[in-house]
């Protein structure tokens, strides 16, 4: 049953932000630059909002998201590996859900001292499909008739194959 409906702005299809401390991604209590908290101060709720208030629809907001596997924080996951004296790399890996829209997405590094930040680097990350669903996709949007007419020739050899398997087993 719908109450009402409720619209988000400002909300990236993808975020995904993982840390070197935990403290930058897990302290409530922080300025909240960093991870849902940043988030928070950017998403902007408007419509049907109810009375527990924006607060409890954002927890609702990040509860989906992440199911979805669209959102997601992870505090302390980044390693920092040194490569030399004066060099280090930064290291970290999570699982893409296969609900991510193909697109350009970009990554965002920041290196902090002392809760400032003192350099930062973006790089681009893109995300395509691959193999058949690339292949089903461009046959959908590029050739929609001959998408259609192999999606009936499907069905109905998979009808003709389970009458087949199926023939002698009775009605119910």
Known sequence: MNVGEVVVRNAPSLY???ST???LLSNPDGEG???YQALDKQLEFSGAI???GKDKLFQE???LKESEGLYGAF???LKVVA???DHASVEGQFSLSDKIPPANYRIHCFVLNDGKVVDQKTTAFPVEM???PAILAALAYDHATVYGLVAIIIAILAGLITGLIFKGKGAH
Request: positive net charge.
């Open 75 to 77: 505090p302390g996951a």
């Open 33 to 35: 630059r960093w991870g």
């Open 21 to 23: 401390d935990p403290r």
């Open 50 to 52: 109810p009375k527990a």
């Open 130 to 132: 691959q193999g058949m």
């Open 16 to 18: 995904l932000v993982m």
């Open 83 to 85: 490569t030399s004296p």
């Open 61 to 63: 907001f990040l509860k």
